[in-house]
Nanobody, 125 residues
């Protein structure tokens, strides 16, 4: 599967952005999906993940109640709605996918086989 992330940009603190990750290839509904981010000089960190059906999701504590992951298995797209953005949310955001037979949600980036190219999110104070 190939992943194409979009929707990043420059926004003021308190603003919102919606990231999209479009998947090409077959059987998108067989893939668990996730969003990760990497700020300059920092390691890539987990942001949110969703099961292949969309029935289960997890969010990092740092974004809980502000960000929400969702997916549309007809459009082959996973979304990350980001509200109440903070300057510390500034990073390159990556979507990722992994084949899954169990309906699990994965937070470890090592579990993912496919990665999008990343989209820059910059939050100004």
């Amino acid at each position: 599967v190939q992943l194409q992330a979009s929707g990043g940009g420059l926004v003021q603190a308190g603003g919102s952005l919606r990231l999209s990750c479009a998947a090409s290839g077959r059987a998108f509904s067989r893939y668990a999906m996730g969003w990760f981010r990497q700020a300059p000089g920092k390691e890539r960190e987990f942001v949110a993940a969703i099961s292949r059906s969309g029935g289960s999701a997890k969010h990092a504590d740092s974004v809980k109640d502000r960000f929400s992951i969702s997916r549309d298995n007809v459009q082959n797209t996973v979304f990350l709605q980001m509200n109440s953005l903070k300057p510390e949310d500034t990073a390159v955001y990556y979507c990722a996918g992994t084949g899954d037979a169990f309906g699990y949600v994965y937070t470890d980036p090592r579990r993912y086989d496919y990665w999008g190219q990343g989209t820059q999110v910059t939050v100004s104070s």
